[in-house]
């Protein structure tokens, strides 16, 4: 369970991980003549995008997070996050606002900074890196498939340079759940399960098939 601190950027309930990800997707499509470059492959050489459905995108990187999602030991090593440094806070004022930052440990004056990432399955609340396990990334999800992967190559406020989000889909037989990890180059910076939505209803619209690194799943 997460653990209960006081409280992006994508989201302050449901308008604002509405708001993050048309901010993304807005960025995605206003860039569509000047695509960025192609992703390395896992021997560092460029090509086309993969077409693959089996989860895998030639990319180190986020090969190694999809690894982890599916209960390989990639997340004890340390590498899954790429925390965002963020001032911590002993207060909330007004409406809860995961824009202010992680809650501050009794043993820290405000305003210390602390290595942070963004979760939570609606609106995200900041937690310390160290803090956070698998279970807490997963938040009750058991993914079964790895969706889609978009490639984003942009400066986010707060959350600063992101390159990837990573879809994956929990489907049982009462239906599908998404699970959504917003990447920088190194590692998960944000996690947020699209409110309950299904991984159709999750991902943007009319995004230039050349920044689907690996396409949604049809």
Known sequence: MIPRAPLLVLTIGAAILGALVVGIWTLVERDKSEPGPEPPDANGSTGPRSTSTTGK???????????????????????????????CVTT?????????????????????????????????????????????VLQGLRPTETYAVL????????LGFVAYVVYFADRTADGATT????????????VNTACGQPPE??????????????????
């Open 151 to 158: 490639e984003v190559n942009r400066e986010l406020p707060v």
């Open 201 to 218: 209803r999750s991902i943007p619209s009319n995004v230039d098939p050349k920044l689907w690194i690996l396409p949604p799943r049809n």
């Open 92 to 136: 909330r004022v007004g409406a809860p606002a995961p824009v202010e930052g992680p809650a501050c440990s009794p043993s820290q004056p405000e305003g210390s900074l602390v290595k942070s990432v963004q979760i939570g399955p609606c609106s995200v609340t900041w937690f310390p890196a160290d803090s956070i396990g698998l279970p807490e």
């Open 179 to 190: 699970l959504v990890l917003t990447m920088g180059s190194q590692g998960v910076k944000q």
């Open 57 to 87: 995108t030639g990319i180190p990187t986020v090969d190694e997070i999809i690894s982890s999602v599916f209960g390989d030991h990639a997340f004890e090593s340390g590498r899954f996050f790429e925390p965002v440094t963020v001032a």
